[in-house]
C-alpha cells in the first residue's frame, strides 16, 4: 500500500525519496503500525516529534495501535516551543 508522508523541520538529513521540501511516499505491507513506519525512517526517539494522520494527531502511546491504511497521509514534526 502507498502513503504520503511529510516531514517539517526535522533537523539532519532528509530519509531516501524525499524531496527537499520533505514530502515523499512509502510504500508498506498492509497492516503496517504507524509506530513501525516511524522506527523505519529511523527518526528521533518516539516522543521527539508529532505525528498526525490525515490531521488527527496520534499519541505515541496510541502509534504501535494505529493501523496505517492505502492513502493515508502522515505529517511528521517536532514539538513546537516558544513564546515568553
Known amino acids: 500500500m502507498k502513503i504520503a508522508v511529510r516531514l517539517v523541520s526535522l533537523d539532519g538529513s532528509l530519509p531516501p525519496g524525499f524531496d527537499a521540501s520533505g514530502e515523499g511516499s512509502l510504500d508498506l505491507a498492509d497492516g503496517t503500525s504507524l509506530a513501525f513506519m516511524l522506527n523505519s525512517l529511523k527518526l528521533p526517539p ?5 505525528a498526525l494522520v490525515n490531521g488527527q494527531t496520534i499519541a505515541p502511546e496510541s502509534r504501535a495501535n494505529l493501523t496505517l491504511n492505502a492513502g ?8 513546537i516551543s516558544g513564546g515568553r
Open 46 to 50: 518516539e516522543g521527539a516529534y508529532a
Open 72 to 79: 493515508d497521509e502522515v505529517v511528521i514534526f517536532p514539538p
